[in-house]
């Protein structure tokens, strides 16, 4: 006899039984049940017990088994208080939700910030995280700043072979991120009501943290060779600012490098107004094209720029490893609150991700990914040539991961993503981008979240979307 089979006949018996009978209704004996499925008695009563601690029915010892009462329905609880006591929503929290949202099954993202599983070094740093694991010592507190050798690493980078002057790891924290790294940032070096600068547009996680932290956001026009200096000093004067956020590289949205004929004049106007230039590094391992501009950094000797570095966008999201770097009191600050923050980054990981990048993979996951960067980036502007011409950029990014695309006068770029997704594809639209009214109706396309084979595909739904 199969026990197993015995039981489930009888449990789908009983609940029968109980679906149509009113409560303290009496239910066949463990007797009646034996002889009618042929099952033991202990089979019988395992099978009720299961019953009774599902709460259908009850046992009652020397009178038998009962359906058991309907338990009623719990209230729906009344949350609506909360709406009074948080206030209003911060500014930029439902914008940062919808770029993380994972893309729907069957669509085909061109949209996000990190790499496709693909083009990530999973196996290389699961080989690291599991070696490190096993070390006690990985384990324990370290400094609260990171890991010594791992902050000289980012200070190396962020120097690009500058002289003296430039950051040293004593200079750097280490941080769950470059998210947490900004916010820390704005929060150490501004107080509520302050002006922040930004370009225009700009990083949408820049324009939440900068407003979560009770900051005033104002623009600085950027274009294709990044943020115009006679306008970022303009800002300065007309604002106060002493903040100015700049991705000098491949910058996110729009994949724009500062040119180099423009960097001198806007250290200028950051060193002329007293400021602070918060560099945002993110892409400085996304090379496609030729080689990337050191960092401003290196050319900054008297501590004007801050300096934040990320390892999550170049290699896997669940890298949380970044640096942000600081000289003088700014950097004392800087340190003070990222200790209050979080004490200190988790040992293994930090020291995981020193072993990569320190090692022969790192090099070779770069050159692997330069190459399939490039494919997917060739691929997406291929596929814009045949179905969308008139959304084809005049200047493709050089490196990165986005791509900044205008769409037509009178276009509403909320309505073309909303359509795109009913379509089957994911895209972002452009107005969260701008810290003011954008100018024009845009989209941000993403080449680094879905495969080249994909995107002939994914450009002919978004055209689709388009000519709705």
Same mark, same amino acid.
């Given at each position: 006899?199969?026990?197993?089979?015995?039981?489930?006949?009888?449990?789908?018996?009983?609940?029968?039984?109980?679906a149509?009978?009113?409560?303290?209704?009496?239910?066949?004996?463990?007797r009646?049940l034996t002889?009618?499925h042929?099952?033991?008695?202990?089979?019988?009563?395992?099978?009720?017990?299961?019953?009774?601690?599902?709460?259908?029915?009850?046992?009652?010892?020397g009178?038998?088994?009962?359906?058991?009462?309907?338990?009623?329905?719990?209230?729906?609880?009344?949350?609506?208080?909360?709406?009074?006591?948080?206030?209003?929503?911060?500014s930029?929290?439902?914008?940062?939700?919808?770029?993380?949202?994972l893309?729907?099954?069957?669509?085909?993202?061109?949209?996000?910030?990190?790499?496709?599983?693909?083009?990530q070094?999973?196996a290389?740093l699961?080989?690291?995280l599991s070696?490190i694991?096993r070390?006690?010592?990985?384990?324990?507190r370290?400094?609260?700043?990171?890991r010594?050798?791992?902050?000289?690493?980012?200070?190396?980078?962020?120097r690009?072979?500058?002289?003296?002057?430039?950051?040293?790891?004593?200079d750097?924290?280490?941080?769950?991120?470059?998210?947490?790294?900004?916010?820390?940032?704005?929060r150490?070096?501004?107080?509520?009501?302050?002006?922040?600068?930004?370009e225009?547009?700009?990083?949408?996680?820049?324009?939440a943290?900068?407003?979560a932290?009770?900051?005033?956001?104002?623009?600085?026009?950027?274009?294709?060779?990044?943020?115009?200096?006679?306008?970022?000093?303009?800002?300065?004067?007309?604002?106060?600012?002493?903040?100015?956020?700049?991705q000098?590289?491949?910058?996110?949205? &729009?994949?724009?490098?500062?040119?180099?004929? +423009? @960097?001198? %004049?806007? /250290?200028? $106007?950051? !060193?002329?107004?007293?400021?602070f =230039?918060?560099?945002?590094?993110?892409?400085?391992?996304?090379?496609?094209?030729?080689?990337?501009?050191?960092p401003?950094?290196?050319?900054?000797?008297?501590?004007?720029?801050?300096?934040?570095?990320?390892?999550?966008k170049?290699a896997?999201?669940?890298?949380?490893?970044?640096?942000i770097?600081?000289?003088?009191p700014?950097?004392?600050r800087?340190?003070?609150?990222?200790?209050?923050?979080?004490?200190f980054?988790?040992?293994?990981?930090?020291?995981?991700?020193?072993?990569?990048?320190?090692?022969?993979?790192?090099?070779?996951?770069?050159? &692997?990914?330069?190459?399939?960067?490039?494919? +997917? @980036?060739e %691929?997406? /502007?291929s $596929?814009? !040539?045949?179905?969308?011409p008139? =959304?084809?950029?005049?200047?493709?990014?050089?490196?990165?991961?986005?791509l900044?695309v205008?769409?037509?006068?009178g276009?509403?770029?909320?309505?073309v993503?909303?359509?795109a997704?009913a379509?089957?594809?994911?895209?972002?639209?452009?107005?969260?981008?701008?810290?003011?009214?954008?100018?024009?109706?845009h989209?941000?396309?993403?080449?680094?979240?879905?495969?080249?084979?994909?995107?002939?595909?994914?450009?002919?739904?978004?055209?689709?979307?388009?000519?709705?």
């Open positions: 006899m199969n026990d197993g089979n015995a039981a489930q006949r009888v449990i789908q018996d009983l609940r029968r039984l109980v149509a009978s009113a409560p303290g209704t009496r239910l066949p004996s463990v009646e002889g009618r042929h099952a033991s008695p202990v089979t019988v009563s395992g099978a009720i017990r299961v019953l009774v601690a599902q709460g259908l029915v009850e046992a009652r010892p009178r038998g088994t009962f359906v058991a009462a309907r338990a009623k329905p719990a209230p729906a609880p009344d949350l609506s208080w909360q709406t009074v006591a948080l206030g209003p929503r911060r930029g929290e439902s914008e940062m939700t919808a770029l993380l949202a893309p729907p099954t069957g669509a085909i993202p061109l949209s996000g910030g990190y790499l496709d599983a693909d083009l070094p999973a290389a699961g080989v690291a070696r694991a070390q006690p010592a990985a384990w324990q370290g400094p609260a700043e990171g010594e050798d791992l902050r000289d690493w980012f200070a190396r980078q962020a690009d072979g500058a002289g003296g002057a430039g950051l040293r790891g004593r750097m924290v280490i941080c769950p991120g470059g998210q947490a790294a900004l916010s820390s940032a704005l150490a070096l501004a107080a509520p009501g302050d002006t922040v600068l930004v225009s547009p700009t990083y949408l996680g820049a324009l943290a900068a407003r932290g009770g900051l005033r956001v104002a623009p600085a026009p950027a274009d294709a060779d990044g943020v115009l200096p006679d306008q970022l000093a303009a800002a300065f004067a007309r604002t106060g600012a002493r903040i100015f956020y700049c000098p590289l491949y910058a996110n949205p &729009t994949g724009a490098t500062l040119a180099d004929r +423009r @960097r001198a %004049a806007v /250290l200028a $106007a950051v !060193r002329d107004n007293g400021a =230039l918060i560099e945002d590094d993110y892409a400085r391992d996304l090379v496609i094209d030729g080689t990337a501009p050191p401003l950094a290196a050319d900054d000797p008297d501590g004007h720029v801050i300096y934040l570095r990320s390892l999550t170049s896997a999201p669940g890298l949380r490893i970044a640096a770097g600081a000289r003088g700014a950097g004392a800087l340190r003070s609150a990222r200790l209050l923050d979080d004490f980054v988790a040992g293994p990981l930090q020291q995981a991700a020193l072993e990569f990048v320190t090692g022969p993979a790192w090099g070779r996951h770069l050159r &692997t990914l330069r190459l399939a960067l490039r494919d +997917r @980036r %691929a997406l /502007l $596929a814009l !040539r045949r179905h969308l008139a =959304l084809l950029p005049p200047v493709a990014p050089r490196g990165g991961l986005h900044w205008r769409l037509p006068d276009a509403d770029d909320a309505d993503a909303s359509a997704a379509e089957g594809v994911v895209v972002f639209p452009g107005r969260p981008w701008f810290a003011a009214e954008p100018p024009a109706p989209l941000r396309l993403t080449w680094a979240a879905a495969p080249p084979d994909l995107m002939d595909e994914a450009v002919r739904r978004l055209a689709r979307a388009v000519s709705r």
